[in-house]
T-cell receptor, first 113, second 111 residues
Framework: DAGVIQSPRHEVTEMGQEVTLRCKPISGHNSLFWYRQTMMRGLELLIYFNNNVPIDDSGMPEDRFSAKMPNASFSTLKIQPSEPRDSAVYFC???????????FGPGTRLLVL | QKEVEQNSGPLSVPEGAIASLNCTYSDRGSQSFFWYRQYSGKSPELIMFIYSNGDKEDGRFTAQLNKASQYVSLLIRDSQPSDSATYLCAVRTSGTYKYIFGTGTRLKVLA
């Protein structure tokens, strides 16, 4: 079975540019979570969806970040405009029910110059 | 006080020894506790979860939960060099479905 799929795996961009990260959850999973991991702050939950509906976006750092889940098999995390402090690894995770175990994708390494 | 705390390590143990990893949490109402392993440059992968006080064993791994003292631990028996990784403790806080992760303990198993 395919796991969580994320793209791109690596992204290098310049400050001020728009960045879009993509995630395809495991088939049949109806909950999706976006995390950010840095050395300083560890793994932080940004936002999570249940049945394509955003449930809690309190972890989204600021208005420059937005996330959507237009259908059960696709989600995006967008940063506009990007800043150097956004450099991190962004993980997407999914679970078959919101209370169940989360399975992580391979992550997207973002570097904003 | 951080919601989930772990000693960052590194914790060094010789091959074949027992590695003991600890995690404390602040939300007394937390119900679910998870241990993830993360190799350098890779994504977290679930090792175990525990919901009830006491011990839960799975192969070489044992999770221990003490809700009264608000700590959860992971024991790795017969440690192998391949166990060298960062171990993340995650707690699902009461009333939400959010996982709060600790910053992880780096384990080094010396051959």
């Amino acid at each position: 079975d395919a796991g969580v799929i994320q793209s791109p795996r690596h992204e290098v961009t310049e400050m001020g540019q728009e960045v879009t990260l993509r995630c395809k959850p495991i088939s049949g999973h109806n909950s999706l979570f976006w995390y950010r991991q840095t050395m300083m702050r560890g793994l932080e939950l940004l936002i999570y969806f249940n049945n394509n509906v955003p449930i809690d976006d309190s972890g989204m750092p600021e208005d420059r970040f937005s996330a959507k889940m237009p259908n059960a098999s696709f989600s995006t995390l967008k940063i506009q405009p990007s800043e150097p402090r956004d450099s991190a690894v962004y993980f997407c995770a999914s679970s078959w029910q919101i209370q169940e175990t989360q399975y992580f994708g391979p992550g997207t390494r973002l570097l904003v110059l | 006080q951080k919601e989930v705390e772990q000693n960052s390590g590194p914790l060094s143990v010789p091959e074949g020894a027992i590695a003991s990893l600890n995690c404390t949490y602040s939300d007394r109402g937390s119900q679910s506790f998870f241990w993830y392993r993360q190799y350098s440059g890779k994504s977290p992968e679930l090792i175990m979860f525990i919901y009830s006080n006491g011990d839960k064993e799975d192969g070489r791994f044992t999770a221990q939960l003490n809700k009264a003292s608000q700590y959860v631990s992971l024991l790795i028996r017969d440690s192998q060099p391949s166990d060298s990784a960062t171990y993340l403790c995650a707690v699902r806080t009461s009333g939400t479905y959010k996982y709060i992760f600790g910053t992880g303990t780096r384990l080094k198993v010396l051959a």
